[in-house]
């Protein structure tokens, strides 16, 4: 099996500072195909999660360019630039090749 | 549209069963796994399984083992999740989701409540 795992856990910011979410995963997300299969999620409170990230790098419809991915293989970075109270929320990296699909989630406060 | 449209909440007594349903559309079914999530008030996201609606074939998280069946029916395009034995510990809230890069959807989650 694939282990995600995230860090920190939880993150407390100030609005309009930036934050960064690791997702480290136990083995390598590159397909043979030559896509990574690592997307990020988040759930806001009482919702269910949405999609904001997907193969790696790239913003799911709607999502605004405060967000964006980088990494490769098996390191991983959310950075969410000039955060919002509206970003609260918890934060999941996710990946579709093995289960489980997802790690244990990063929450998000103001 | 990516849409799962899912089953309206139950309420269940202990040591029964629970059938939910996740209706899909706007993407070929058979293209993709679906997945099985729970969360409990409070908790994060806990894996239940998933199944390849191509074949049929399923798989659980090893805890939910011989509680869980999970069925795809291809003609209606819609999936289910069968939960037996119910405790008061699988009180939670069911969702289905497909992972799956840019088409990636959750549906809205089925409330389960395991009251006697």
């Known amino acids: 099996e694939i282990v995600l795992t995230q860090s920190p856990l939880s993150l407390a910011v100030t609005p309009g500072e930036s934050a960064s979410i690791s997702c480290r995963s136990s083995?390598?997300?590159?397909?043979?195909?030559?896509?990574?299969?690592l997307d990020w999620y988040l759930q806001k409170p009482g919702k269910s999660p949405q999609l904001l990230i997907y193969l790696v790098s790239s913003r799911a419809s709607g999502v605004p360019d405060r967000f964006s991915g980088s990494g490769s293989g098996t390191d991983f970075t959310l950075k969410i630039d000039r955060v919002q109270a509206d970003d609260v929320g918890v934060y999941y990296c996710?990946?579709?090749?093995?289960?489980?699909?997802f790690g244990q989630g990063t929450r998000l406060e103001i | 549209e990516v849409r799962l449209a899912q089953s309206g909440a139950e309420v269940k007594q202990p040591g029964s069963t629970v059938k939910l349903s996740c209706s899909t559309s706007g993407y070929v079914f058979t293209d993709f796994y679906l997945y099985w999530v729970r969360q409990a008030p409070g908790e994060g996201l806990e894996w239940v399984g998933l199944i390849d609606p191509e074949n049929g074939e399923s798989f659980t998280a090893e805890r939910f083992r011989g509680r869980v069946i999970i069925t795809a029916d291809t003609s209606a395009d819609t999936a289910y999740m069968e939960l037996s034995g119910l405790t008061f510990e699988d009180s939670a809230r069911y969702f289905c989701?497909?992972?799956?890069?840019?088409?990636?959807?959750w549906g809205q989650g089925t409330q389960v409540t395991v009251s006697s």
């Open positions: 989701a497909l992972i799956a890069g840019v088409r990636g959807t």
């Open positions: 996710m990946q579709p090749m093995q289960s489980p699909p």
């Open positions: 083995q390598s997300l590159l397909h043979t195909n030559g896509y990574t299969y």
